[in-house]
């Protein structure tokens, strides 16, 4: 069955530092890929999309990148700031769009 | 402002009472979904519409009715609420399906005793 692992469910780092979050799949072959924000008692917020045939796709301090051989996301935040403390989501697309349980992230001043 | 509304931001009901979660855009976007968030289970579709009078299951649709009459809403209907219907709901529309990006509404919090 299609299963969606994002790395592990909280990660802290202090501020300034890079945030790395993963977004793995199996038995899933996404057209594309997109990353979403959520904060508490919010619904997510859109942040990017990368599609297949791209590798990496930036946005200020944001960067993704798609590997379709090992069947992963990967997810930057550098020069991270206590603001960015979030949920983050990937969502994998196809003929429909499928979503991880998402990575809590905390960002310590 | 472009947004999704969803109505109320919180309901607390109790078993078989039947109950309607609105939700509404104003981005003329032909796609409509319904999601349910639980801990560690991320989110998963309950329906969605691609447009005006085409409504299809998702995932998790046993309990739930959708109505797509008008294209800006799309409302969610619980005729029997059961407790394991306790979750947080969020509504979301796109242009058209497989495009960019979904907008979501803020949520319902979902409690049913």
């Known amino acids: 069955s299609q299963k969606i692992e994002q790395n592990s469910e909280a990660l802290n780092i202090q501020e300034g530092k890079t945030a790395t979050l993963t977004c793995n799949y199996t038995?899933?072959?996404?057209?594309?890929l997109q990353w979403y924000r959520q904060d508490p008692g919010r619904g997510p917020v859109f942040l990017l999309l990368?599609?297949?045939?791209?590798k990496e796709k930036r946005k200020e301090r944001l960067k993704v990148t798609f590997d379709t051989t090992l069947k992963q996301s990967l997810f930057h935040i550098t020069a991270s700031q206590p603001a960015d403390s979030a949920t983050y989501l990937c969502a994998l697309v196809r003929n429909d769009m499928r979503f991880g349980a998402g990575t809590r992230l905390t960002v310590k001043p | 402002e472009a947004q999704v509304t969803q109505n109320p931001r919180y309901l607390i009901t109790v078993t078989g009472k039947k109950l309607t979660v609105t939700c509404s855009q104003n981005?003329?976007?032909?796609?409509m979904s319904w999601y349910r968030q639980d801990p560690g289970l991320g989110l998963r579709q309950i329906y969605y519409s691609m447009n005006v009078e085409v409504t299809d299951k998702g995932d998790v649709p046993e309990g739930y009715k959708v109505s797509r009459k008008e294209k800006r809403n799309f409302p969610l209907i619980l005729e029997s609420p059961s407790p394991n219907q306790t979750s947080l709901y969020f509504c979301a529309s796109s242009l058209w399906r497989g495009n960019e990006k979904l907008f979501f509404g803020s949520g319902t919090q979902l409690s049913v005793l």
């Open positions: 990368i599609r297949e045939n791209e």
């Open positions: 981005m003329n976007h032909e796609y």
């Open positions: 038995n899933y072959s996404p057209a594309y």
